[in-house]
Antibody, heavy 122, light 106 residues
Framework: QVQLQESGPGLVKPSETLSLTCTVS????????WSWIRQPPGKGLEWIGY???????KYNPSLKSRVTILLDTSKNQFSLKLSSVTAADTAVYYC????????????????WGKGTTVTVSS | SYEVTQSLSVSVALGQTARITCGGD??????VHWYQQRPGQAPVLVIY???NRPSGIPDRFSGSNSGNTATLTISRAQAGDEADYHC?????????FGGGTTLTVL
């Protein structure tokens, strides 16, 4: 049973870069797609982007200019970097494993981490 | 960009059937997935690809998708079903979530 655990600073200053890591246990990180999703306080879910084993990525267009997702297969981890943060980036950040089909196409999150709260404040 | 709409809240009497909808233009042509999120917890997948239940999800949960509406149906509602329910689709190379629906069991 794959399990995911997010880690990283809980407080980030405005204009700085938010950095989080997701550690995957119970299975290899290869052969799957991995996503980051966030949820601002009292609001709905927002998908940030995914990475695949080849290192290929796709990002939410609304965040694309500020987001980088990287994969470290040696550590069974993937990471999120979000630059130039503002208070609007305050949220619970989740990492998740994806299930993807190509014909027909489908994409969903079948395993989620417990989430980590990140507050942007000086 | 594609929009997915959900009612803010739905109420259901204990033991009755709750229906939570996810609306979008011709959403019936897309795969819709549903997540349950209890207060203070991470989302859990309850329905994938319109109608499929992951292992461990009770058969009280079912899904359908046609036309402009996808529906998550919860039969014999229990107190433990109180939660936020989120749907999502894939469109134009991105995940689009609905705003989420809060289910209250009376």
């Amino acid at each position: 049973q794959v399990q995911l655990q997010e880690s990283g600073p809980g407080l980030v200053k405005p204009s700085e870069t938010l950095s989080l890591t997701c550690t995957v246990s119970g299975g290899p990180i290869n052969n799957y797609y991995w996503s980051w999703i966030r949820q601002p306080p009292g609001k709905g879910l927002e998908w940030i982007g995914y990475i695949f084993q080849s290192g290929s990525t796709k990002y939410n267009p609304s965040l694309k200019s500020r987001v980088t997702i990287l994969l470290d297969t040696s550590k069974n981890q993937f990471s999120l970097k979000l630059s130039s943060v503002t208070a609007a980036d305050t949220a619970v950040y989740y990492c998740a494993k994806n299930r993807v089909g190509l014909a027909p196409f489908y994409f969903y999150m079948d395993v989620w981490g417990k989430g980590t709260t990140v507050t942007v404040s000086s | 960009s594609y929009e997915v709409t959900q009612s803010l809240s739905v109420s259901v009497a204990l033991g009755q059937t709750a229906r939570i909808t996810c609306g979008g233009d011709n959403i019936g042509s897309k795969n819709v997935h549903w997540y349950q999120q209890r207060p203070g917890q991470a989302p859990v997948l309850v329905i994938y690809r319109d109608t499929n239940r992951p292992s461990g999800i009770p058969d009280r949960f079912s899904g359908s998708n046609s036309g402009n509406t996808a529906t998550l149906t919860i039969s014999r509602a229990q107190a433990g079903d109180e939660a936020d329910y989120h749907c999502h689709v894939w469109d134009s190379s991105t995940v689009v979530f609905g705003g989420g629906t809060t289910l209250t069991v009376l």
